[in-house]
């Protein structure tokens, strides 16, 4: 009951289209959603986060989306930009204790000029 | 401000020989975390300290051992490489529950 499912493994959208990266998790424990972008080279970075107390939540051009009866949640960017051109890695875990962080497989996302 | 240090970035290894990953934060944070990523499977963790003096397994811990040397310090050792252990390795620090990990620039691991 570990797992996060994330999908798709590859992404490529056309600049200033919207990119849509989802996620499943199967723990109904889990009531913390971050989201990481990793550049090449690089290690990942804490994007958004989001807890299961609201549906969505909004910082400039990213929007995370959050269904807890379907246990999913799904990163929206906006105005893509090859600026956004990375791996994006969904994660969850409980807030009490020691937060270990469960990722998805990652996402590359190309974003065409 | 540094954040999350790790060293070395590059490694080779030869089947067998031992090593030790280093990592130092300089946030004051009290959990630590040794990730490794590999292609098409996200990162697993592998041990975590929760806090000064304590160490856990995570989730594919078996051909590791780790210390927190102190608060600033958490190192990864692998006693006798595999090449199933080649992998980029990334430590990370966090504040607190509830905060997100803050990951250093990662070891790339070949062991041959």
């Known amino acids: 009951q570990q797992q996060v499912k994330q999908s798709p493994q590859s992404l490529i959208v056309q600049k200033g289209g919207i990119s849509i990266i989802n996620c499943a998790y199967e723990?109904?424990?889990?009531?913390?959603f971050p989201w990481y972008q990793q550049f090449p080279g690089k290690g990942p970075a804490l994007l958004i986060a989001i807890r299961p107390d609201v549906s969505e939540k909004k910082e400039g051009r990213f929007t995370i989306s959050f269904n807890k009866s379907a246990k999913q949640f799904s990163l929206h960017i906006m105005d893509s930009q090859p600026g956004d051109s990375a791996t994006y890695f969904c994660?969850?875990?409980?807030?009490?204790?020691?937060?270990?962080?469960?990722f998805g497989q990652g996402t590359r996302l190309t974003i065409n000029p | 401000n540094a954040g999350v240090t790790q060293t070395p970035k590059f490694q080779v290894l030869k089947t067998g020989q031992s090593m030790t990953l280093q990592c130092a934060q300089d946030?004051?944070?009290?959990?630590m975390y040794w990730y490794r990523q590999d292609p098409g499977m996200g990162l697993r963790l592998i041990y975590y300290s929760a806090s000064e003096g304590t160490t856990d397994k995570g989730e594919v811990p078996n051909g590791y051992n780790v210390s927190r040397l102190n608060k600033r310090e958490f190192s990864l050792r692998l006693e006798s490489a595999a090449p199933s252990q080649t992998s980029v390795y990334f430590c990370?620090?966090?504040?607190?529950?509830?905060?997100?990990?803050?990951f250093g620039s990662g070891t790339r691991l070949t062991v041959v």
């Open positions: 990370a620090s966090q504040r607190g529950s509830g905060f997100g990990y803050t």
């Open positions: 946030m004051n944070h009290n959990s």
């Open positions: 723990n109904t424990a889990f009531d913390y």
């Open positions: 994660a969850a875990s409980r807030q009490q204790g020691a937060q270990k962080l469960v």
